[in-house]
Structure formats: structure tokens, C-alpha cells
């Protein structure tokens, strides 16, 4: 096993168990993966039936564009190959794709006109990075996984894809990166769903202070997000 790819195994088992430890996870479904480079299609993903808080790094499969097993046991459940080979090749910048039900942002894929809105500045993080995409099952072929990865294509600089009545598909150029949006995008869209239980309209920043808070968070996302994937895996002793 090469450094770099034992160093992959690592930060993907770290990020499963600690989406585990926030409850972000749903039993032993969802499903994490991470481009392996090199010259061929190699990927990362979690072998269904492992439960997240027991993720250790040798548990991960690393699988080709087919699917096909080349290292580990286990078996690569339907929507989880589905869903992440064609996102990683939709959008090649998607080095980590996280695909999860967690609780407040897939309470807004059950709601009329549901979309994260631009009330908190955690929110301003995700701005012009968000896609929508119909519910079109649990994506159990290969033609359901094209097409949630067609909103990639329509919107390649989308990282978040919320998928109605589904759940959310994260995007990132490093473990780090997507895990840091996940881990945020959560809070974000709890405290818009606690905002609105009070029955008052939210909010809304005014466009040109959103942007501007956008940029912002741009221009520390990756610093943040290794520090904070840092800090998180010597916390929990990953």
C-alpha cells in the first residue's frame, strides 16, 4: 500500500466514524468515497453492512468504474456505486463525494419549495454552490445515479445536491473539504429549520452582504477544513 493511499484509507474511515459520532448517518446505509490517483479508475467506498462507527481504514473497498472489487471483502452496495461513480466523473474537481440522509437537510428535500435560504451566515457558505435535483427513487440502477449526476454537469460549480425526498450528495477536492461542508451544511440547515418552527418569515441577508459573507468563507474554506478535520481525528483518536 502506497502512503498516499493508506493516508486516504485513513481520512474516509475518520470521516465515516465522525459522521457517525454527529448523527449524521442512517443504520448501515450511505456511503462515502474518494478518488484513488493514478492512471486508472480506482475508488474508495464503504462496504455496505459496516456500520459507520466501526469504520477502520482496511474495512474500506477499493473498486474500478465497474464496480469491480480489486481490494477488500465486502459488497458495494447498489445506489452507493450508482450514485458515486458517476458523480466522480460528472465532476472530475469531486475528488470526495459524501452521500447522506442526515436529519435538518433532508427535512428540506420533504418540503414544499424546500431550499437552503441565505439567514445566517453559515448559510452564505453555500451560496451559488447548491443544485436541486427530483426524486427519482433510491437509485438502485445505473440510469438514477446518471441522472442525480446530471445536476453536477448542468451546475459544475454545485457541490451540494439535494435530492427531493432523498437526502444530500456533498462534493469536495479532499476528504477534508467535503467532510468541513457536510459538518456545516447540517448546522446550516438546523438553524434555518429552527428559525422557521417559531413561525416568523425568515430573514433574509440582503444579496450583496451575502456574497460578499461568501467570499469570505471562500477565501478560508480549505485552511478551515484541515484544521478542523485535523482537530476532529486527534479529538476522537482517528
Known sequence: ????????RRELAAALRLAAKFELNE?????FSVVVPGKDER????????????????????????????????EVEASARNIHIAGHRANPRHQAILHVH?????????????KLEMAHQT?????????YQGFGGVA?????????AQAQKDNPHADIIFLEHHG??????????AFDDLYYLE???????????TGKPLKIIPEAQARQTAREWMQVLDYQANKHFDALMRLHGL
Not at 500500500?1 to 486516504?8: G, Q
Not at 448559510?123 to 443544485?131: E, G, K, S
Open 123 to 131: 448559510a452564505c457558505r453555500f451560496l451559488d454552490r447548491t443544485a
Open 187 to 197: 448546522r446550516a440547515c438546523r438553524q434555518q429549520i429552527l428559525a422557521q418552527s
Open 140 to 148: 438502485l440502477t445505473a440510469e438514477e445515479g446518471e441522472r442525480i
Open 27 to 31: 443504520g448501515v446505509c450511505n456511503h
Open 168 to 177: 444530500v450528495s456533498i462534493g469536495g477536492p479532499s476528504v477534508a473539504v
Open 1 to 8: 500500500m502506497t502512503a498516499e493511499l493508506k493516508t486516504l
Open 102 to 114: 442526515m436529519p435538518h437537510a433532508t427535512a428540506l428535500t420533504m418540503v414544499e419549495d424546500g
Open 43 to 74: 475508488f474508495l467506498i464503504n462496504p455496505y453492512g459496516i456500520h459507520w462507527a466501526e469504520m477502520r481504514p482496511d474495512d474500506l473497498l477499493l473498486i474500478d468504474g465497474e464496480g469491480t472489487i480489486h481490494e477488500g471483502w465486502g
